[in-house]
T-cell receptor
Framework: KQEVTQIPAALSVPEGENLVLNCSFTDSAIYNLQWFRQDPGKGLTSLLL?????REQTSGRLNASLDKSSGRSTLYIAASQPGDSATYLCAVIGSNYKLTFGKGTLLTVNP | GAGVSQSPSNKVTEKGKDVELRCDPI?????LYWYRQSLGQGLEFLIY????????KSGLPSDRFSAERTGESVSTLTIQRTQQEDSAVYLC?????????????FGPGTRLTVL
């Protein structure tokens, strides 16, 4: 059974700092990995999707990497802003087409 | 274009009552998924539909839960004889196809509270 772990569970940083969120998964037989953002009381917004054959994806200040063989992914956020404050969720999809989620990292960026 | 929409946004019900939650996927998306997000469990898969194929119901927690989808449009998730442990946010997502390569787009969710 696939298990996804995210570290840290919570992170508080001052505005402008670069930061890294970590995700690990136990079964490397995945189709892709997605990073989502969730604001309080809201649904999930997809940030980046990395196919299993890819090593990284970039969107603006966000960069996600994937090391499928070791079961790890990182989400790098450059020059963090207070508007980046949210819960960040990592999820993998395997041959059963179901997303398996980590429990998320609660990020607070202080002005 | 319009995203995934869900209704109602909030539902409060009494234990033992039945509830019906609705999801409108993005137009043209053939795959539709239901997930549940609760405090203790995080986000968990419930069921998915792909076109006219039989749905994968392997994530439904009990036989009180059922879901239907008409063609490639609206889906309803029904919970019969609700229990307090059913309280959670129910999220719907859709994707272009049922393929591991397609992004799943999520709706805002329905917050269910069972008293």
């Amino acid at each position: 059974k696939q298990e996804v772990t995210q570290i840290p569970a919570a992170l508080s940083v001052p505005e402008g700092e670069n930061l890294v969120l970590n995700c690990s998964f136990t079964d490397s037989a995945i189709y892709n990995l997605q990073w989502f953002r969730q604001d309080p009381g809201k649904g999930l917004t997809s940030l980046l999707l990395i196919q299993s054959s890819q090593r990284e994806q970039t969107s603006g200040r966000l960069n996600a990497s994937l090391d499928k063989s070791s079961g790890r992914s990182t989400l790098y956020i450059a020059a963090s802003q207070p508007g980046d404050s949210a819960t960040y969720l990592c999820a993998v999809i395997g041959s059963n087409y179901k997303l398996t989620f980590g429990k998320g990292t609660l990020l607070t960026v202080n002005p | 274009g319009a995203g995934v929409s869900q209704s109602p946004s909030n539902k409060v019900t009494e234990k033992g009552k039945d509830v019906e939650l609705r999801c409108d996927p993005i137009s043209g998306h053939t795959a539709l998924y239901w997930y549940r997000q609760s405090l203790g469990q995080g986000l968990e898969f419930l069921i998915y539909f792909q076109g006219n194929s039989a749905p994968d119901k392997s994530g439904l927690p009990s036989d009180r839960f059922s879901a239907e989808r008409t063609g490639e449009s609206v889906s309803t998730l029904t919970i019969q004889r609700t229990q307090q442990e059913d309280s959670a946010v129910y999220l719907c997502a859709s994707s272009l196809n049922l393929a591991g390569t397609d992004t799943q787009y999520f709706g805002p969710g329905t917050r269910l509270t069972v008293l």
